[in-house]
């Protein structure tokens, strides 16, 4: 069995893990297989590191779904017919859109924009980036301009912060606690300290001694704002959670052999399971390929001889060099070898593949198709 | 002294920033070890989902307490949650009052809503240890050291006083930010560093990272690239061994691995020096069979000059 086996018939592909271990290549590489079948293809990425637009040797990347040349694709030995886009989502901008469409009016729509607590709402809230690209992917999903969407996830550390950024938003865009607090001050239309009654005031007062007054009052003049639009977010976090949860969907969990990252994927597959969604497959990026598979002589001694045998003068050293060199790289690959048995033992019967290091970082078309071909060589299962 | 103990270790704050995966925490535990060698009380302050310093020196989690790891170094795992009710209690005084303001459905709501609140009480606490905290009529500690989060969330995480302030310039909170964000701004005291590897996107991250770093005034600390491998094989040696025949078909791939990588690193520490105008450090590649511990961390204080 191979990745896209694992994926077909999927329109939604979510890649997931902590960052530094390849995700952004992984998304990258699946889209590209799913287009040379023929599909409508299309990879997000939301790291602001531009690190998709390297990989696909574009120079800029925008909210904008940018097809890539097809000749750069037929250049990459993959088929002229494949269709492949690609976008680096814009955090503020999707945002801002979101609002205007589930404003009733323009003038309710520019009320939340200018106001300070939605400003650091969409931009710097814990969550925001999250709920908002699962926002988006639902979006290009529901638009029918792609047969499948590749989701490159942020690099969060924190599976919670992606499985539970839409309860979070939902929860400060209407928190009734909060507006029994705030009660009088929604009748009245606006926010002042001195309509603060009692037992409600000594909780806000304290609230207000600890950031000052204005921030509270931002934060009535954002839920006044907000009125009457709650429904339709709340509406639309359903229906994205429904298709996360779908057979539409699948997640596929990216890793390094590396103990620490190990340790985090299976954290997030847990806190996947727990939600109720089951990992569809396992990529373990960079694993280090055991030189001694090619046999021949692991000893000094044996170097030596094979040297002479060759006819390679054994100068500076050589011998010693490579020795201590094939010494260390293969201690890499038990080190790997053990990683990738453990991972396999936790996540027994989810498929895994295993993506070796390769002499050069992959940062064109070519690279990702080469990627593609250890993705079809299947689920070497020990 | 060195560049490193001039420029890092004799600091009161410093940053270790990066991308994941570059070895922040590897690295901190590093210059943490030095300096506290150097009999500077040190103390690391972690702030990621999970801490790694302690165990890095084969000791047990140091949770959300200080706890000495060896002497004049203690470390702490600094979490949102604790770290607010903390930081509100030695604010209102009274834990009635906390409970009353903080632990109620209001208030999660309040907290969720409140601009990078957690980074602020996080970043708070930080700032406490390194400028506050006093003990027998001097600091608690000659040196703090945040192991930061990854690039992203680590230039917010450090310009979160600036946001705040400008969201809010009344009350203890504003107070505190104010002197984190001097603090931060301050060459004499502060140190920002990056961690990065040579690699295509960890370097070009760097290099980013070290543009935002220096728009926003951070002190510029030096560069670590982690993780190099030494040149080791004349070309002509590579390709001599593996085009010698089966016999040396396994010794012909390990030394074409090793000295692509060295390669890589040479390449890329050039880049490095070319584009970012800090003092670069090169940590060696260590080979651990048995993952990272405490010997990993002498070997890599030893390689940047932190040891004294």
């Not at chain 1, 859109?97 to 939340?112: D, F, M, S």
């Not at chain 1, 909060?178 to 001050?185: D, S």
């Not at chain 2, 409970?99 to 709501?109: G, S, T």
């Not at chain 2, 310009?159 to 984190?180: K, Q, W, Y």
């Amino acid at each position: 069995m191979n990745l896209s086996d694992v994926v077909r018939g999927r329109q939604v592909i979510c890649c997931v893990g902590s960052g530094g271990v390849g995700k952004t290549t992984t998304s990258a590489a699946i889209a590209l297989q799913a287009a040379s079948e023929g599909k409508r293809t299309l990879v997000m990425t939301i790291d602001p590191a531009r690190r998709l637009a390297n990989s696909l040797g574009l120079k800029e990347l925008g909210n904008e779904e940018t097809r890539i040349d097809p000749q750069l694709l037929a250049a990459a030995g993959i088929g002229a017919s494949a269709r492949m886009s690609a976008m680096m989502l814009d955090l503020k901008h999707s945002w801002d859109e979101l609002v205007k469409e589930q404003a009733r009016t323009p003038e309710q729509a520019q009320r939340i924009l200018d106001n300070r607590i939605y400003k650091s709402l969409s931009t710097a809230m814990a969550g925001s980036l999250e709920y908002i690209a699962m926002e988006k992917v639902y979006e290009v999903h529901a638009s029918g301009r792609f047969d499948v969407v590749v989701l490159d996830t942020p690099p969060t550390s924190n599976a919670l912060d992606f499985l539970h950024a839409a309860d979070r938003i939902l929860d400060v865009l209407d928190n009734n606690a909060f507006k029994i607090l705030l009660a009088p001050m929604m009748k009245a239309g606006k926010f002042t300290m001195r309509l603060l009654a009692a037992p409600s005031g000594i909780v806000l007062k304290t609230l207000a001694r600890f950031t000052g007054a204005a921030f509270l009052r931002d934060l009535s003049d954002f839920m006044l704002a907000f009125e009457g639009m709650y429904e339709g977010f709340k509406d639309r976090a359903g229906k994205v959670r429904a298709l996360l949860k779908s057979q539409k969907a699948a997640f596929v969990l990216v890793t390094s052999p590396n103990p620490l990252t190990i340790q985090e994927a299976l954290f997030f597959h847990r806190a996947l399971l727990d939600d109720g969604i089951r990992t569809a497959a396992v990529v373990v990026n960079r694993v280090q390929r055991d030189p001694r598979r090619l046999g021949g002589p692991d000893n000094l001694a044996a170097l030596r001889e094979a040297l002479v045998l060759a006819q390679i003068k054994d100068q500076d050293g050589l011998a010693d060099r490579l020795c201590q060199t094939l010494t260390e790289q293969s201690s890499l690959a038990d080190v790997d070898r053990r990683e990738v048995a453990r991972l396999r033992r936790e996540l027994s019967g989810i498929p895994l593949f295993q993506v070796p290091r390769l002499r050069k970082d992959v940062h064109d078309l070519a690279g990702l198709w080469q990627i593609d071909g250890f993705l079809a060589s299947g689920d070497g299962g020990e | 002294m060195s560049a490193l103990t001039e420029s890092v270790l004799g600091r009161r704050l410093v940053v270790v920033s990066g991308k994941g995966g570059t070895g922040k925490s590897t690295l901190s535990a590093a210059l943490a070890l030095g300096a506290a060698r150097r009999g500077r009380r040190t103390l690391v302050c972690e702030v990621a989902a999970r801490e790694r310093v302690s165990e890095l020196f084969g000791r047990p989690p140091s949770g959300t307490k200080i706890r000495e790891i060896l002497p004049n170094l203690s470390s702490v795992h600094i979490r949102p949650r604790e770290a607010l009710r903390e930081y509100a209690l030695m604010t209102l005084k009274y834990e009635t009052l906390y409970k009353i303001a903080f632990e109620n459905a209001a208030a999660r709501y309040f907290l969720a809503a409140a601009p990078s609140l957690s980074e602020i009480v996080m970043l708070g606490k930080v700032w406490w240890h390194a400028a506050q905290e006093m003990e027998r009529g001097r600091n608690r500690w000659d040196l703090v050291i945040l192991d930061a989060p990854a690039t992203g969330h680590g230039i917010t995480f450090l310009t979160v006083p600036s946001v705040f302030l400008g969201l809010v310039n009344e009350g203890p909170l504003a107070r505190d930010m104010r002197g984190m964000q001097e603090l931060l701004a301050d060459p004499a005291r502060c140190s920002v560093c990056i961690a990065t590897l040579p690699e295509e996107m960890p370097a070009n991250e760097a290099i980013e990272l070290d543009r935002a770093l220096r728009k926003h005034g951070f002190p510029p600390g030096p560069v670590f690239l982690n993780a190099c491998f030494d040149s080791r094989f004349s070309a002509a040696e590579v390709a001599a061994v593996t085009r010698g025949g089966p016999l040396l078909l396994a010794a012909g791939e390990s030394a074409d691995n090793h000295q692509s990588r060295a390669v890589l690193t040479a390449y890329y520490e050039k880049v490095l020096r070319e584009a970012v105008p800090r003092d670069l450090f090169k940590v060696p590649f260590l080979f651990e069979r048995t993952g990272f511990g405490p010997s990993s961390v002498e070997k890599i204080a030893a390689s940047i000059g932190a040891l004294p």
